[in-house]
């Protein structure tokens, strides 16, 4: 069965400093990976997607997620956090004939102090 | 200009009520989800629906039941609610008709549940 893991829990940073997320999942197919992301009281966005081509996938926010599928890794990163990057980050992966069912990682809690 | 709307935002009940919530997308999208994120946060599909066809049903109990009357709503009806019920429940659509799925499903904003 697919399953997405998401290595941190809760990740504390202080404005400016380097973020990398980690984002791991198990499936043997073709895959579409996602970064959402959920500020707080609030509903879930899409951050960036990834389908095909270029491994390395710019979205919203300055953020940038680098497919490795050697590693079966999905990694988001951003150069320089600000506190309004304070949310919750879901990895989601989908493949092929699921019907677009989204499998979630288990979240990672970003906190940034000002 | 609301994309996915839900209602209510908040619900909260006693054990062994009936409840709805419901869910209008305007986007045109084709197909419709229920998802449900519980106390950890952790989301779980729970039934999608594509052109009023249930496409996915995972292992939900039988007390929820979903109802798509046409293509831009899903409903979802909980019957006998139970402790454990409680959870945000949030709804998705997306645009194809749920074969490759390259597309991107656009959440509403969500409705907590609490059952006391």
């Known amino acids: 069965a697919q399953s997405v893991s998401q290595h941190n829990h809760h990740v504390i940073l202080s404005e400016a400093a380097s973020l990398e997320l980690g984002c791991n999942y198990s499936?043997?197919?073709?895959?579409?990976l996602f970064w959402y992301v959920q500020y707080p009281g609030q509903h879930l966005q899409l951050l960036l997607k990834?389908?095909?081509?270029?491994?390395l996938v710019k979205g919203i926010k300055g953020f940038e997620a680098e497919f490795i599928k050697s590693k079966f890794s999905f990694n988001l990163r951003k150069p320089s956090v600000q506190w309004s990057d304070t949310a919750e980050y879901f990895c989601?992966?989908?493949?092929?004939?699921?019907?677009?069912?989204?499998?979630f990682g288990q979240g990672t809690e970003l906190s940034v102090k000002p | 200009d609301t994309a996915v709307s839900q209602t209510p935002k908040y619900l909260v009940t006693q054990m062994g009520n009936d409840k709805s919530i419901k869910c209008e997308q305007n986007l045109g999208h084709d197909t419709m989800y229920w998802y449900k994120q519980d106390s950890k946060k952790f989301l779980k599909i729970m039934f999608s629906y594509n052109n009023k066809e249930l496409i996915i049903n995972e292992t939900v109990p039988n007390r929820f039941s979903p109802k798509s009357p046409d293509k831009a709503h899903l409903n979802l009806h909980i019957n006998s609610l139970e402790l454990g019920d409680s959870a945000v429940y949030f709804c998705?659509?997306?645009?194809?008709?749920?074969?490759?799925?390259?597309?991107?499903?656009?959440f509403g904003p969500g409705t907590r549940l609490t059952v006391l």
């Open positions: 499936y043997g197919g073709t895959v579409n």
């Open positions: 998705a659509s997306s645009p194809l008709s749920g074969g490759p799925s390259t597309d991107t499903q656009y």
């Open positions: 990834y389908f095909s081509g270029d491994p």
């Open positions: 989601a992966v989908n493949s092929y004939n699921q019907g677009g069912k989204l499998i």
